[in-house]
């Protein structure tokens, strides 16, 4: 738990709190770590990060479960239906409905499951080996065949074409790609193929 502590005190001193030490206090006065979500639930960042803090093990641990059970394939039927949304089968990523969604909600559940998946590694709450064969089949059969010499398609990016927005959407998913690397404990040479032909501007 020690390392894990490490980590969370690095995020703290990266966050964009300005509370007391670093911190922002809930309205009970207890402090609530900001990190990015994933979860159905936006509180079970805040929850984990203040069991880790407490040193509370019964809640950690089911705040991390609740944060990486996102991470399977969703339902092929009820394509109204919120559960829908979420990883398929041919790599996509949807939301709202038959939606792809690679540049807002994909692409906030890739750098997430990438962020998280280095704070619990080599924890008991590290992701399950199916769990990184679905972040893979993501990854590699969905995120890479959306970029092109470090940008993200405009027809993948979903929502919020602001400017800039294939580039930025890109280096987030790139990014993403260097956090799942270092975290994966598979091959790593799918991560460095995709990142030596993004450096050489070619399409793999």
Request: proline fraction near 5%; glycine fraction near 8%; aromatic fraction near 10%.
């Amino acid at each position: 738990m020690g390392s894990l502590c490490s980590q969370v005190s690095n995020g703290i001193k990266g966050s964009n709190a300005t509370d007391y030490a670093g911190l922002k206090l809930d309205c009970t006065g207890v402090p609530v770590i900001l990190f990015p979500f994933f979860a159905q639930s936006a509180e079970e960042p805040n929850i984990f990060c203040r069991a880790l803090l407490e040193r509370n093990l019964p809640v950690m641990d089911r705040a991390a479960a609740v944060l990486s059970e996102e991470i399977r394939f969703a339902p092929a039927e009820h394509k109204t239906a919120w559960s829908f949304g979420g990883i398929r089968a041919d790599g996509c990523y949807h939301q709202h409905g038959p939606q792809i969604q690679f540049g807002n909600y994909g692409g906030e559940f890739l750098a997430n499951i990438a962020y998280w998946s280095n704070i619990l590694k080599e924890t008991h709450w590290e992701l399950s080996p199916e769990q990184w064969r679905i972040m893979r089949h993501l990854t590699f059969n969905g995120f890479q065949w959306v970029l092109w010499r470090g940008r993200m398609d405009l027809l993948a990016c979903g929502r919020q074409l602001g400017r800039n927005a294939a580039e930025t959407k890109g280096e987030r998913t790139l990014n993403a790609f260097a956090q799942l690397r270092n975290a994966d404990p598979g091959d790593r040479a799918p991560y460095d193929a995709r990142s030596a032909a993004t450096a050489e501007k070619a399409i793999p």
